[in-house]
């Protein structure tokens, strides 16, 4: 259960400040599948980055299973985001020089070598792409990509997973390939909270949050 309360996001710098998010407060059930629509500018990832441990609220609460996540010390924060999160991103950020099985096994770099193989072989498997674990990102499609980053995403099983606009750079075929990924690993019991443009994917999850302006409008 992800639980924010009246939270606030100012950022500031040289002198002026910007306020990101004004008085959120939401819920989100443990297993859930919801999304995150708004224009853009609108703070959706300033959301799901303070829900990921990565962004402290200027003021209010971020509680997970009960636990105030800001409130932790810094080794507990680290802790928080690598068992609890997996974080998609529209841009794929996978390292360019690594294969997709050497990408996948980078939030593992605290397990032993032969499980990470194992763990990492696992995760590919799950996005349908074991036999592509030796490619570099270069020798992969934009959906081939985005799926390596969802196996890297989920390679420590957390329970949540952030997902920034993860179809935002693919076609709609391809994007709907990553959508029942991510609906398959909800119906396997990960939380997943998802940003896009895309309406009709939006209404397809379990819960919409609009934001305009940093405000939960509906
Ligand atoms: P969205 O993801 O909805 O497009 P963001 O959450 O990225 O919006 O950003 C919301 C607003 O906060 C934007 O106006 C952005 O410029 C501002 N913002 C985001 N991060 C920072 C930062 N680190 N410093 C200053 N302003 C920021
Ligand atoms: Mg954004």
Not at 56 to 77: F, I, M, R, T
Request: hydrophobic share 40%.
């Amino acid at each position: 259960m992800i639980e924010i309360k009246s939270a606030e996001k100012v950022f500031r710098s040289n002198g002026s400040s910007f306020e990101a998010l004004k008085d959120v407060t939401v819920s989100i059930a443990k297993g859930a599948f919801v999304s995150i629509v708004g224009q853009s500018g609108s703070g959706k990832s300033t959301l799901l980055s303070l829900i990921g441990g990565i962004t402290p609220p200027s003021a209010g609460e971020v509680k997970v299973d009960a636990v105030p996540v800001y409130e932790l010390s810094n080794e507990k924060l680290a802790d928080y985001r690598r068992e609890y999160i997996g974080f998609v991103f529209q841009q794929f950020h996978l390292i360019p020089y690594l294969t997709a099985g050497e990408n996948v096994m980078l939030p593992l770099c605290v397990t032993g070598k032969k499980k990470m193989d194992t763990l990492a072989e696992g995760a590919l498997r799950k996005v349908g792409l074991d036999h592509k674990s030796s490619r570099l990102p270069s020798q992969l499609s934009g959906g081939e990509q985005q799926r390596v980053a969802v196996a890297r995403a989920i390679v420590n099983s957390p329970p949540i997973i952030l997902a920034d606009e993860p179809t935002g750079n693919l076609d709609t075929e391809t994007g709907e390939e990553i959508f029942k990924l991510l609906e398959e690993l909800n119906g396997e019991g990960h939380t997943i909270i998802l940003v896009t443009h895309n309406l009709e994917l939006a209404n397809r999850t379990q819960k919409v949050i609009q934001l305009k302006d940093g405000r939960i409008v509906a």
